[in-house]
């Protein structure tokens, strides 16, 4: 046997028998579940046991007995302290699925304890406590992430490509859309009754749903709102102070009006986004884009596009793929979560005072 074969073998051996490393010390990530009180935690417990190269090993919640259901599924320890958490070396990362209201407490800890941080949307209670989060991760260097994930679904990826590439010409107008039947239906009357008290969760539906379509619109244009203003209701009043939908309108700074609408309150949402610009137009219905441009070749708009790049994770599976390891993975920023949360507390201040409100802007800007 020559030298050269003995090498191949032993090379050949080797990669056989060596176990892919999940972390510098070939084990899991180690993370924490910090509040259980959002909508959407079953769906990330669910995610996270599908998960082999993370592992929740301590849970925390202000409800004792939220906190012990969400760790026995985990197979976590239950933290009695939250002290336990931010003085753990071996936990790399925090999930943040509390109440809204307890946002600042936990994010800026959690940044301050060099925890890589996720925290479900919206960031802050309004502009100040959101660019405070802002702040503090910035100055602490580490990870975010939220959970605005319409922006992965490969329609929005490909409208995101279309506007950068000038198949829109000059865009004069956008409007967003998303509601669902959460009031009709009693969605949030007894686990999530938090979620429909705007002293925990900051806002009522029309904040609560419109941030997502917010989200995309801002992304999208990628330039400042200058000034907004909105009309909320009660609607069926299910919801004691709680508005259970809105219709919003913003001009950004070179005067495109965009216009939101969100609400709890609709038993189907046809529309979910339209664009109008000088040289093309697209309208989302239905889970369907038409796309029309008289730059691309095809885009008559009588029918629906199908011709879409691929799409993205889940931001929440992003955020995972991020704290292990993964090269090249897209985040949304501390600043984009704080932004939207100030625009949205405009539209509440406009909505409140019947007047058009200024966009309140990080110090310094």
């Known amino acids: 046997m020559t030298t050269f074969t003995i090498l191949v073998f032993c090379l050949a051996f080797t990669m056989l028998f060596t176990v892919p490393a999940r972390g510098a010390e070939g084990s899991p990530t180690e993370i924490a579940?910090?509040?259980?009180?959002?909508?959407?935690?079953?769906?990330?417990?669910?995610?996270?046991?599908?998960?082999?190269?993370?592992?929740?090993?301590?849970?925390?919640?202000?409800?004792?007995?939220?906190?012990?259901?969400?760790?026995?599924?985990?197979?976590?320890?239950?933290?009695?302290?939250?002290?336990?958490?931010?003085?753990?070396?071996?936990?790399?990362?925090v999930i943040i699925c509390s109440e809204t209201v307890r946002h600042l407490e936990l994010v800026t800890a959690a940044a301050k304890a060099k925890k890589q941080i996720y925290a479900e949307?919206?960031?802050?209670?309004?502009?100040?406590?959101?660019?405070?989060?802002?702040?503090?991760?910035?100055?602490?260097?580490?990870?975010?992430?939220?959970?605005?994930?319409?922006?992965?679904?490969?329609?929005?990826?490909?409208?995101?490509?279309?506007?950068?590439?000038?198949?829109?010409?000059?865009?004069?107008?956008?409007?967003?859309?998303?509601?669902?039947?959460?009031?009709?239906?009693?969605?949030?009357?007894?686990?999530?009754?938090?979620?429909a008290d705007p002293k925990r969760s900051g806002v009522g539906a029309f904040g609560d749903l419109g941030t997502h379509s917010l989200d995309l619109m801002l992304w999208l244009m990628d330039r400042p709102v200058k000034r907004v203003t909105a009309a909320t209701s009660m609607g069926t009043a299910r919801y004691e102070n709680c508005d259970e939908l809105g219709e919003g309108i913003l001009v950004f700074e070179d005067g495109t009006i965009g216009t939101l609408a969100a609400g709890w309150d609709d038993l189907s949402n046809p529309v979910s986004l339209e664009i109008a610009g000088t040289e093309g137009h697209a309208t989302i219905m239905n889970g369907q884009l038409f796309f029309q441009s008289k730059n691309v070749e095809g885009a008559d708009g009588k029918h629906p596009w199908t011709k879409l790049p691929a799409g993205q994770a889940h931001p929440f599976d992003r955020f995972l793929d991020a704290i292990t390891g993964k090269p090249d993975v897209t985040l949304i920023t501390a600043h984009e979560a704080a932004y939207r949360s100030a625009v949205m507390d405009?539209?509440?201040?406009?909505?409140?005072?019947?007047?058009?409100?200024?966009?309140?802007?990080?110090?310094g800007k």
């Not at 259980?36 to 935690?41: L, R």
């Not at 996270?48 to 760790?71: F, G, I, T």
């Not at 802050?124 to 260097?141: C, L, R, T």
């Not at 405009?346 to 802007?361: F, I």
Request: aromatic residues 10%; charged residues 30%.
């Open 33 to 93: 579940l910090v509040g259980c009180a959002h909508i959407h935690t079953p769906d990330f417990v669910n995610r996270l046991k599908k998960r082999q190269d993370v592992k929740v090993v301590s849970v925390w919640d202000h409800d004792a007995e939220r906190a012990k259901r969400n760790a026995q599924e985990l197979g976590a320890v239950v933290a009695e302290d939250l002290n336990q958490i931010w003085a753990d070396k071996r936990i790399k990362a």
């Open 121 to 195: 949307k919206p960031i802050g209670i309004g502009a100040k406590d959101a660019y405070a989060m802002s702040d503090a991760i910035a100055d602490n260097g580490v990870l975010f992430q939220t959970g605005y994930f319409m922006r992965g679904d490969p329609k929005l990826q490909f409208l995101k490509e279309q506007i950068a590439k000038g198949a829109f010409g000059k865009i004069t107008r956008i409007r967003g859309c998303n509601a669902h039947e959460g009031a009709l239906g009693g969605w949030f009357d007894k686990d999530w009754r938090w979620m």
């Open 346 to 363: 405009a539209l509440y201040e406009g909505a409140k005072n019947q007047k058009w409100a200024d966009v309140q802007q990080p110090a």
